[in-house]
């Protein structure tokens, strides 16, 4: 299962008001770190589904996201919860912390 695509127009409707824990991965097409951390975020899309809502965002086609939350690095991974940041986790990391830390969010 692939992750939700989130841009700059559906941001607020499938992020800021969604029910669920969301995790953005925040990556560009010629940021190699970000193609590392994919597979992660696509298993993680997978085993959370209908957990959390885990979601990418492309930060050269949507800047207002990687703007709103001044990020400076990718890959930054967001945990939103209720519309609020509740943590970030910045650079390629093993899968097994983007879990641990979703998994104090669920």
């Not at 959390?52 to 930054?76: E, F, H, Q, W």
């Not at 919860?81 to 912390?97: I, R, S």
Request: aromatic share 6%; charged share 25%; hydrophobic share 45%.
């Amino acid at each position: 299962m692939a992750p939700t695509v989130i841009t700059d127009a559906n941001f607020e409707e499938l992020v800021l008001k969604s029910d669920k824990t969301v995790v953005l991965d925040l990556w560009a097409e010629w940021c190699g770190p970000c193609r590392m951390i994919e597979p992660h975020i696509e298993a993680m899309a997978e085993e959370f589904d209908g957990k959390a809502l885990i979601g990418s965002v492309d930060v050269d086609s949507n800047p207002d996201i990687p703007s709103k939350y001044a990020v400076m690095n990718i890959p930054t991974v967001l945990f939103i919860k209720g519309g609020e940041l509740v943590d970030k986790v910045v650079g390629a990391v093993p899968k097994k912390v983007l879990v641990q830390t979703l998994e104090k969010y669920l």
